[in-house]
């Protein structure tokens, strides 16, 4: 079919040169082709970027294109086709244009023809691109909520990474060919993995979810420890997306922080703490202090000192105490007075007014 394309295109172009050439003369019909050729090689010249800049190909290319053989042409950038714009598939042959940072999968018929990086190509007849590959390095920050740390304690943790597929740099210029390894890596990545962002994001997730089960929440919000969680994410993660063909370069926890519930869990765990050992200072100075009210009614009814002047002298100190509890903030419970009460029946004091 190329070669009657391109006989046809001969007959085409010389047959009116053979006509000017009987009518005008031959030398008009000379120039007359001449002038032809010198604009068929401006045109290529001009357009020689599309192609991959070799000479012999793009007069090549540029006769294939105007005799019809090749059905247009295709550029594939920024991981889509942008030219012819809002193609589907667009079936060979056609001058197939790939740009830096990019990949693609060509199919034809029942069959995966070839994988091809960054490079110019035709493709052949009914032959299309299934799959466009962005080979590009890409930033994302990820917000995973409910991440439960050793302890059981779930935290929002917010990342940030930069990742891509795992192509050497000079293949994703274009400089070299993509190697067997690098066109598996894609071809798997094209039978596992429909949309390779999610598939990242979902490892990412995972990968938090393993560091933070093996550390306490205490361990894991503690800033000293930050740069060694960062590291344990990130080799989990690329452990994660090596066999996908994708590798993590840099990665960085932006943020930790417990969910509101566990917040005002601690607050209130804490305020029950605070409460707790408040109680137990009271209690230990007012037990001090009992036992000494104790001993020394003992030693004033020993040696005779009346028991209104014990009463007095009670009194007396237990107003002192009572203040000066007061000011530390361990005023006696109702508990103490009820335990004051008792000491003094115990001390044989049951005639002393109360």
Known sequence: MRVLRLLLLAIVVIAPHIIISLVAGWWTGVCTFLTMVIVFLICAWLVRGLYDGRWRTVIASHLFQLAGVNLGFQIVEDGATTFPPNAGRLLGPRFLIIRPDNAVILENGARQTRIAGPTTLTTDRFEYVKRVFDLRRQQRSWVIEDVLTKDLMPLTV????????????????????????????????????????????????????????QVNLNDFLDAANREQIEQEIFLEANRRLRPWGVRVDTLMVEGMRPQPAVTTATTTQWVANAEIVTEQRRNRVWQDWLAAVASGYQQAMAVGVPRDAIHREAVRRTLEQIGRSLNAGLSPAWETLDAVDRVRRLADLENVPS
Not at 158 to 166: E, K, L, N
Not at 176 to 181: F, H
Not at 184 to 203: C, E, G, K, Y
Request: no cysteine; glycine share 8%; aromatic share 6%.
């Open 158 to 213: 917010r990342i940030a990474a930069t990742y891509g597929p795992r192509v050497r740099p000079r293949a994703r210029t274009g400089e070299l060919a993509l190697n067997e390894t690098e066109r598996d890596f894609i071809r798997q990545a094209d039978l596992n993995v429909p949309d390779l962002a999610q598939f990242t994001h979902s490892a990412m997730e995972r990968a938090v979810g393993q560091v933070a089960g």
